[in-house]
Every structure is written in structure tokens, then in C-alpha cells.
T-cell receptor
């Protein structure tokens, strides 16, 4: 099993709907997780961090962490065309935990 | 605003001609990272500095070197660029090691390297 796994997509969601992005992880990463948004040709932008079991909300974004099932998700409510991007899930490594382990990213397209 | 700055944003070089990419930060973060990212792939860590300590990834080619002359600046040197080194190079920073540190990494805008 890879340390951090994501469905590469593409994921298409109608404008105004909820986009759900999922990520699973192995025991080889620590319990701190990050979601980055990356527009084509641009650098990754940190949009959410989550460290504790449960939900964390910030505006239209909600991150969910379930340690028992080893998954972390990102929900985007009221999806907008500007949300169309690749979303990268990342976790702090257990070995030298200043390093991140990235998933391969999920490409999200919001359909107007 | 505190930020991570990379220069140049676009770099064109010839096969085998050395190139240096620079990164500076005003976040006062103690860790600085260099990543390589190719199209449709996740960023790949090349190396990082934890304070003054250099940490190389096992699979980073010897062609890639780095310098961190002070807390704010970090350089990526590619000694003999090959066609396969064409990519986006990303600098990132984080604060690590103190109680309460969130270990969040913040990326600069990147340098797009083209090798002719």
C-alpha cells in the first residue's frame, strides 16, 4: 500500500453541488494531514490542515479525519468553477516528520 | 506580506549549461525545501535544510546541489541540466521543532525550467 493514496479522477461535479475528495493513508505516515489546491501551471496552495479526529470547517471547505479507518477527506460546498484544480493530499512523514508525503492528486472539474 | 519568493519564474537553459534557481522567504521559517514537479505528477522532494543541516533524498541525482547561506535564502544548482530535468522547481518553507508548530509547508510560485 502506498503511504498516501488518492483517486486521480478526473472528478466532475456540477456547479453548486458538494465536491468530495478522498485520501487514504498507511501506518507509515503520521497523523497530520494537509490539503493543497494546485491550478494548472501554478504552485500548490495550502487550503486546509487537520490534526485531530473529526471535522474542521473553513468557509466552504470541510476537512474530515477518521484515524480508525485511515482516511482523510475534503468537502467543498457550493462548488464554483474557480474550484476546478488538482487537489493534493499530503501527510507528515513518520521518518523525519518535517517532510511531507504527497498523494498523486485528484483533478476536479466543476461544470457550470 | 510574509511570503516565499522564487526567481526567476521562468528559466531557459541549454543542455549541459549550469543553472541556479533562487528562493527567499520572509516567514522566518527554519526549514526550506526544494521540490521538482513534472506534469501531472506530485511534487518530488529533492532535499531540504533543517536549520543549517542539509538533508538529501536518497534518489536525488548528484547533478542537483543546494546552498543555504542564511535563514532567508536557499539556492538550487543544477550542474549539467539534461532534457529530463525540464520541470517546475518549487521551493517551500515550514516552521518545525517548537511546541505549537503546525508544520505547515508553504510553497513559492515556482520556477519553470526549460532545457533546450
Amino acid at each position: 500500500q502506498k503511504e498516501v493514496e488518492q483517486n486521480s479522477g478526473p472528478l466532475s461535479v456540477p456547479e453548486g453541488a458538494i465536491a468530495s475528495l478522498n485520501c487514504t493513508y498507511s501506518d507509515r505516515v503520521s497523523q497530520s494531514f494537509f490539503w493543497y489546491r494546485q491550478y494548472s501551471g501554478k504552485s500548490p496552495e495550502l487550503i486546509m490542515s487537520i490534526y485531530s479526529n473529526g471535522d474542521k470547517e473553513d468557509g466552504r471547505f470541510t476537512a474530515q479525519l477518521n484515524k480508525a479507518s485511515q482516511y482523510v477527506s475534503l468537502l467543498i460546498r457550493d462548488s464554483q468553477p474557480s474550484d476546478s484544480a488538482t487537489y493534493l493530499c499530503a501527510a507528515l512523514s513518520n521518518f523525519g516528520n518535517e517532510k511531507l508525503t504527497f498523494g498523486t492528486g485528484t483533478r476536479l472539474t466543476i461544470i457550470p | 506580506d510574509a511570503m516565499v519568493i522564487q526567481n526567476p519564474r521562468y528559466q531557459v537553459t541549454q543542455f549541459g549549461k549550469p543553472v541556479t534557481l533562487s528562493c527567499s522567504q520572509t516567514l522566518n521559517h527554519n526549514v526550506m525545501y526544494w521540490y521538482q514537479q513534472k506534469s501531472s505528477q506530485a511534487p518530488k522532494l529533492l532535499f531540504h535544510y533543517y536549520d543549517k543541516d542539509f538533508n538529501n533524498e536518497a534518489d536525488t541525482p548528484d547533478n542537483f546541489q543546494s546552498r543555504r547561506p542564511n535563514t532567508s535564502f536557499c539556492f538550487l544548482d543544477i550542474r549539467s541540466p539534461g532534457l529530463g530535468d525540464a520541470a517546475m522547481y518549487l521551493c517551500a518553507t515550514s516552521r518545525h521543532g517548537l511546541a505549537g508548530d503546525l508544520n505547515e509547508q508553504f510553497f513559492g510560485p515556482g520556477t519553470r525550467l526549460t532545457v533546450l
